[in-house]
């Protein structure tokens, strides 16, 4: 099984990095298949370039067997569709569950995603929850995916939905933009050679925080 693990990554920080890794062991996956977008669709188009947040990806991975970070939304470029990229990844590995990772907040705003329906026709979705689990109301369309153990996930390819509670970790790219714009630390929150990645480049400096 394959975890799909998308995201602006503006910057990648422990917040995706632990929960991804959680994931990993707890479901058993041969790997996670990081995908930074080329241009996010619900939210601004950020100041730093795609390659750049391509390349804090591939600093913050490297020693993580396992853990690999995809080009192919940078490589299409436009406006980065999961669902074009799950039916990609559909091409490329066509017998292998396909477990498309999602935070809260993202699984919050799935119904305004493109297409968002079709994105079970390529892969399960897991949102990684919290632990205290809040009741959130979910339509017949959801209710009807919805599996309580993990066995469905590997007899079938697509088309399930699982949370799967994680350590949360109130991390954002958002808080750690603040952190470097005001020259505040952000050890701790995120790897050090992605932090010394940014400081070389200056990626931080003189941006708008909100982007
Ligand atoms: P921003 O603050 O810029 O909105 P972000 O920190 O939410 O960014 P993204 O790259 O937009 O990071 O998120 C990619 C995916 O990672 C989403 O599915 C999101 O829900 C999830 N995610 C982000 N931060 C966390 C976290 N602290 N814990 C669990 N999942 C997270």
New binding site residues.
């Given amino acids: 099984m394959i975890g799909i693990?998308?995201?602006?990554?503006?910057p990648?920080?422990?917040?995706?990095l632990?929960?991804a890794l959680e994931i990993k062991e707890i479901l058993n996956l041969s790997e996670i298949r990081f995908i930074?977008?080329y241009q996010?669709v619900l939210?601004d188009q950020?100041f730093v370039s795609a390659t750049a947040r391509f390349n804090m990806v591939e600093l913050a991975i490297e020693t993580q067997a396992g853990f690999i970070c995809d080009r192919r939304e940078l490589v299409r470029q436009g406006a980065s569709y999961m669902v074009d990229t799950l039916a990609s990844l559909r091409m490329s590995f066509q017998q292998q569950p396909l477990l498309l990772?999602?935070?809260?907040?993202?699984?919050g705003s799935l119904t305004q995603w493109s297409r968002w329906q079709t994105l079970f026709d390529y892969a399960h979705i897991v949102v990684?929850s919290r632990p205290e689990n809040p009741q959130i109301a979910l339509t017949d369309f959801f209710k009807q995916r919805l599996i309580k153990d993990i066995a469905p996930l590997k007899q079938h390819t697509c088309g399930k939905l699982y949370f799967q509670k994680?350590t949360?970790?109130?991390?954002?790219?958002?808080?750690?933009?603040k952190l470097f714009l005001q020259e505040n630390s952000p050890r701790f929150l995120m790897p050090d050679n992605v932090i010394n990645y940014i400081e070389q480049y200056k990626i931080y400096r003189n941006f708008n925080a909100d982007q």
């Fill in positions: 693990y998308g995201g602006t990554f503006n990648i920080h422990y917040g995706h632990r929960t930074p977008c996010p939210k950020p990772l999602l935070g809260m907040d993202a699984f990684m994680v949360p970790l109130a991390i954002s790219s958002t808080e750690i933009r």
